[in-house]
């Protein structure tokens, strides 16, 4: 069972960080609370909220890239999305998009591709 000075806890919180006034937002959250624990029907069990989020379930090896580090000798395993990039732009008014990584072995930048 929550505990009266939880709820109070909890209250004081969401008070805290909403704009309006407090004393309605603090009183309002414990009044709420109250009465969704009592509607709920039981004081022992507040049920999970479902999520309809994406979720990860594995991660495909197969989906993982390799460079060697020239100068260090790491071989570095990474996905696309860890890629750090950047715009290069060029004396005759062409851009490039930059790939980058941080190698783990040495710290060092490394340019992974270049696009562009």
């Known amino acids: 069972m929550i505990s009266e000075k939880a709820i109070e806890a909890l209250a004081d919180e969401y008070a805290q960080e909403e704009n309006s006034c407090y004393t309605n937002d603090y009183y309002g ?60 732009d060029h004396y005759d008014g062409s851009t490039s998009i930059i790939y980058y990584l941080q190698c783990p072995n040495c710290g060092e930048d490394v340019v992974v591709k270049s696009v562009g």
Do not use: W
């Open 29 to 88: 959250f414990i009044n709420g609370f109250k009465k969704a624990v009592e509607l709920l029907g039981s004081k022992n069990e507040i049920p999970q909220i479902k999520t309809t989020m994406p979720r990860v379930i594995a991660i495909d090896k197969a989906a993982e890239k390799t460079y060697t580090h020239k100068k260090c000798g790491a071989i570095i395993g990474y996905y696309e999305s860890e890629l750090k990039d950047y715009k290069k």
